[in-house]
């Protein structure tokens, strides 16, 4: 590597780590850019939360595969040229999305943005971990990166907050574009034309292996997204998705397994850790996909402002910060991983516990915060060690693979993690709504002195059938409310048991297969 040239002679060497960290960030908020303000995006493209979700799916299942390729992208090109490249399209892509409201176009743009936003900011890790002078220079790196992927959503909402208030989504999108001008002025003030890797072809890519599991992600993504709103299996498209879906995923391993130079080599999963961290990891994020639930409560059941959430959210963003540090910390004295990822979904399953004690109708921010904090902290220590863990003991060569298997279990638990708490929510909902409607009958005393209260507030404003059309609609919504909260317990209650369960297996795991064994 030639990483000491990259730079210009002028370059004060104090400036190089701070612009290099912040140019990581742009790229990152990519991610987070349709979903900063889910409302304020459904309401401009005229669509519902599914198909939010899915543009998130359609971006992440592109930058996945993109992984597979990054190495060989960033070898052709000099720094300087990469990042003038990369950075121009993404201006240009954010460009386009801001004049544009139509849906189909910004599935175009999304997985352009899966593809450029990745090889936009993927340069900066290795430059920063060329810059840090440290035998922890790779943990260091991880830290910074996977603090901005936990945070950037909160973040990116914060940043862009006047331009969702006061403009429009244009403007938004356009300030997010400037980001992408800060890391292309970057580009050309900070490098000059020297090489960071030994240059490689471009002409050996295996472009049919990437588009291959690309469809398999983008069909499988697509079932599980829009399967309740189709009703899974009865519908012709969920059909062809799965089709696809083992289609495109049987020809790819086929294609990897007699090609000479494969993008994924299946001897990862050979490792013990691959296939221990991609499970840690499954379970990590359908826990934390339950955290989307508590902010849906604040907004449809609390009713608080996007803005006022916003700000709670700031909670969570402290714990994972602090989680971040203590993780280092870990990572950098060689603590063992098991006991931080027992002290980690431990602390996961004391914090959905707590949650089920935060849903009923009049909560405080006292009573939130907390377990906001503790769920930030408990991310914050688990997700740099699984990666390591995950890593750990690959050959070289196999590196980018492993990581890309964590991403791919992301991928896929964030999509299973949607659907399951969409399920799991209408059918609570409905359990819930009718067992408390059962019980609204004339002959229910407390039913019917709070009905005559309500009913009889309304009769002094209004006439008789408006009244009771009032009444009834109050009493709805108020069934509806408590529905919502009820089933958050339930699926609070089941998530605890599964971080326990998770906790007390990584505890034991080691002594009982000793002790198996020793009996054998």
């Given amino acids: 590597m030639q990483h000491n040239t990259v730079y210009h002679k002028w370059v004060p060497q104090w400036l190089k780590l701070p612009l ?8 990152l908020m990519l991610l987070s850019l349709l979903h900063s303000n889910s409302a304020f995006t459904s309401s401009f493209m005229d669509v519902d939360s599914d198909d939010i979700q899915y543009l998130m799916i359609l971006m992440y299942g592109t930058f996945v595969v993109t992984l597979l390729v990054l190495q060989r992208f960033m070898a052709y090109f000099s720094v300087k040229y990469y990042i003038l490249l990369m950075s121009s399209v993404s201006v240009i892509i954010l460009y386009v999305l801001s004049v544009t409201s139509n849906y189909q176009v910004i599935l175009v ?15 900066f890790l290795p430059l920063i971990i060329a810059e840090l002078k440290t035998r922890h220079a790779k943990v260091i790196a991880y830290l910074f990166m996977y603090t901005i992927m936990l945070t950037g959503g909160t973040i990116t909402t914060s940043l862009l907050k006047s331009s969702i208030e006061n403009y429009d989504f244009q403007h938004m999108i356009l300030m997010m574009a400037y980001f992408h001008i800060f890391v292309l002025i970057i580009g050309i003030t900070l490098f000059n034309t020297n090489r960071f890797f030994p240059k490689m072809p471009l002409y050996q890519l295996d472009i049919t292996s990437w588009f291959l599991l690309w469809a398999c992600l983008q069909s499988g993504g697509y079932a599980i997204i829009y399967g309740k709103r189709l009703m899974w299996l009865e519908s012709d498209t969920i059909i062809i998705c799965v089709f696809l879906f083992l289609l495109s995923g049987g020809l790819f391993m086929l294609k990897q397994r007699n090609s000479k130079r494969p993008i994924f080599h299946f001897e990862v999963f050979s490792s013990k850790n691959v296939i221990a961290g991609m499970i840690l990891f499954f379970i990590f994020y359908l826990i934390r996909s339950g955290l989307n639930n508590v902010y849906s409560i604040m907004a449809t059941v609390w009713k608080w402002p996007w803005d006022y959430i916003v700000n709670i959210q ?3 963003v402290a714990g994972t910060l602090l989680g971040v540090v203590l993780s280092g910390i870990c990572l950098m004295r060689g603590v063992s991983s098991r006991i931080v990822f027992f002290t980690a979904f431990l602390l996961l399953a004391v914090d959905c516990a707590w949650f089920t004690y935060t849903f009923y109708p009049d909560t405080t921010l006292s009573t939130i915060c907390p377990p906001l904090f503790l769920q930030g902290i408990a991310q914050g220590l688990l997700f740099t060690p699984l990666v390591f863990f995950l890593i750990s003991g690959m050959p070289e060569g196999y590196v980018a693979n492993a990581t ?18 969409q399920n799991l929510m209408l059918f609570l909902t409905l359990k819930h709504s009718d ?16 009905w005559s209260q309500v009913f009889g507030s309304n009769l002094s404003k ?11 609609g109050a009493f709805k919504a108020k069934i509806t409310a408590q529905s919502i909260l009820l089933s958050n317990m339930e699926i609070f209650t089941g998530l605890f048991w599964l971080a326990l369960i998770t906790a007390f297996a990584l505890l034991l795991y080691h ?10």
């Fill in 435 to 450: 067992t408390l409607s059962f019980n609204m009958t004339d002959t229910n005393p407390v039913f019917y002195s709070q």
């Fill in 20 to 27: 290099l960290v912040l140019a990581l960030f742009p790229h």
């Fill in 511 to 520: 002594p009982v297969k000793i002790a198996v064994r020793n009996i054998m």
């Fill in 462 to 472: 209004l006439p008789v059938n408006d009244s009771l059309s009032m009444t009834a």
């Fill in 314 to 316: 700031y909670w969570n």
């Fill in 109 to 123: 743009i999304r997985f352009l943005e899966g593809i450029f936003g990745l090889f936009e900011g993927a340069i």
């Fill in 404 to 421: 890309a298997l964590g991403t791919t279990t992301r991928f896929w638990t964030t999509a299973i993690g949607y659907a399951l708490m």
